[in-house]
C-alpha cells in the first residue's frame, strides 16, 4: 500500500517570498491533517479536513497560510508571505476516519525561511 | 496549561535498562490515546495504542489513568534501537484530532 506523499523535500526560501506543500494521502482515507513541526518540539496542529471539508484551522495562521483540499484527495499547504519563524518541517498526514485510529504520516517538507 | 505534556527529558540510560514515560493531558473528554515514535528527521509512526486496561507489545507496556488525566510507557530491556523520541498523543472525539505532545528523547547507550 502506498504511504503519503509529500513533495517538496526541502525548501529553501527568502523571507517575504511565497511557498506551497502538496500531499496526496492514502488512497480511501477521508482525514487529513497538515502539522507543523518546529525542531526540538512535537508537531501542532495546523488544519484537519474530512473529505473536502475543513474540520479544525483554529491554529492556522489565516493572515498568511492557506490550505484546500478541493476534491478531498489531495492537498496543499501555502505561505505567503513566509516568515523566519516558519522555518520547520511540514508533515502531512492521513487516516481513515476522525475516530483516532492510527495517523499515518508523510516524510515531511523542511522548509528554511532566511 | 498545555493540552499534552510529557517528561522533559532527555533520557540516557544503559542498553537493558528500564525506562518509564508519562504524559498528562488537560481535556477530560479526550477519547483515545497513543504513543508514536519518532526517529531523528523522521515522521512520527504509531507505536502503540492506550487503553483503559493497560496494554502490552512485547517490551513495551502502556497505561492509561482516566481519573487522573494521565498516561505511562514502560520500555524494558531498553535496545539500542530504542533511541528516539517518544510522543504522546491524544484525540478529542469532539474535536476529532491528534494533539502530541513536545515528546521525550531516549538515548540508549551501549
Known amino acids: 500500500e502506498a504511504g503519503v506523499a509529500q513533495s517538496p523535500r526541502y525548501k529553501i526560501i527568502e523571507k517575504r517570498q511565497s511557498v506551497a506543500f502538496w500531499c496526496n494521502p492514502i488512497s480511501g482515507h477521508a482525514t487529513l491533517y497538515w502539522y507543523q513541526q518546529i525542531l526540538g518540539q512535537g508537531p501542532k496542529l495546523l488544519i484537519q479536513f474530512q473529505n473536502n471539508g475543513v474540520v479544525d484551522d483554529s491554529q492556522l495562521p489565516k493572515d498568511r497560510f492557506s490550505a484546500e483540499r478541493l476534491k478531498g484527495v489531495d492537498s496543499t499547504l501555502k505561505i505567503q508571505p513566509a516568515k523566519l519563524e516558519d522555518s520547520a518541517v511540514y508533515l502531512c498526514a492521513s487516516s481513515p476516519n476522525r475516530e483516532g485510529t492510527e495517523a499515518f504520516f508523510g516524510q515531511g517538507t523542511r522548509l528554511t525561511v532566511v | 496549561r498545555k493540552e499534552v505534556e510529557q517528561d522533559p527529558g532527555p533520557f540516557n540510560v544503559p542498553e537493558g535498562a528500564t525506562v518509564a514515560f508519562n504524559c498528562t493531558y488537560s481535556n477530560s473528554a479526550s477519547q483515545s490515546f497513543f504513543w508514536y515514535r519518532q526517529d531523528c528527521r523522521k515522521e512520527p509512526k504509531l507505536l502503540m495504542s492506550?487503553?483503559?486496561s493497560g496494554n502490552e507489545d512485547g517490551r513495551f507496556t502502556a497505561q492509561l489513568n482516566r481519573a487522573s488525566q494521565y498516561i505511562s510507557l514502560l520500555i524494558r530491556d531498553s535496545k539500542l534501537s530504542d533511541s528516539a523520541t517518544y510522543l504522546c498523543?491524544?484525540?478529542?472525539?469532539?474535536?476529532?484530532?491528534?494533539?502530541f505532545g513536545k515528546g521525550t528523547k531516549l538515548s540508549v547507550k551501549p
Open positions: 498523543v491524544v484525540n478529542t472525539l469532539s474535536q476529532g484530532n491528534l494533539i
Open positions: 492506550v487503553y483503559s
